[in-house]
């Protein structure tokens, strides 16, 4: 047990890293989450310092979910009822709770995409390209990043579902049950988003803002 306590630890402390709120300091020497849209992700400091910054810190928030959730897990021994695609789980959600309540910046971090599909890749790739495809074919309609989010994370119960009871391949029933959770968290910390898709006044790639 304090073998899984250990880790679960670890991989929040991890998923807490501000990797905008990094970036964006030592760049510009701002705080990213008093600019743009306000939150401290990949897209906004897209947005605001560019294409390199921006892609740069998506690059390491994937990278924090797949390291804490490939790597991180393994460091399991304990001898406790649980299998290890349960730890898996486990150490996947402990890290992208650290994006999105970050220990190291008052616990308002990202929205945990990034992580996510870091933590996907990790688990199932297979479902993380299906959900990629749903992300840039909706962007490529839309231009709107934060329903194209939505809209991959909403896709990947559904995605699972097929995977498990139509094709017949393998989904642990946790990792099934959890794709419905995780497309609710996504939801949740894009409630800001879903008010301003609503309003209408949701920014779109390639458009101007209004002064």
Not at 10 to 32: E, H, N, Q
Request: glycine fraction near 10%; proline fraction near 3%; charge should be positive.
């Amino acid at each position: 047990m304090v073998n899984l306590l250990a880790i679960l630890a670890t991989a929040y402390v991890i998923g807490s890293f501000p990797t905008s709120i990094v970036t964006s300091k030592l760049l510009r020497g701002i705080d990213i989450r008093q600019h743009g849209s306000g939150n401290a992700g990949g897209t906004n400091v897209f947005r605001v310092l560019g294409a390199g910054p921006g892609l740069f810190v998506m690059a390491v928030d994937i990278f924090k979910g797949f390291a804490a959730t490939f790597w991180i897990s393994r460091l399991w021994w304990s001898e406790m009822p649980i299998a290890f695609e349960g730890v898996q789980l486990l150490t996947g959600a402990a890290v992208i709770a650290g994006h999105i309540w970050t220990l190291f910046a008052g616990f308002r971090g990202g929205k945990g995409v990034g992580t996510a599909a870091g933590m996907l890749l990790a688990i199932y790739p297979v479902a993380l390209s299906i959900c990629l495809l749903v992300f840039a074919a909706v962007f490529a309609v839309s231009r709107i990043v934060s329903l194209s989010s939505m809209s991959a994370a909403m896709a990947l119960p559904v995605v699972l579902t097929l995977f498990k009871w139509v094709l017949g391949r393998p989904v642990a029933t946790a990792l099934y049950l959890f794709s419905f959770l995780a497309a609710g968290l996504i939801l949740f910390t894009h409630r800001s988003n879903i008010r301003r898709l609503l309003a209408g006044t949701e920014h779109r790639f390639g458009a101007k803002r209004r002064q």
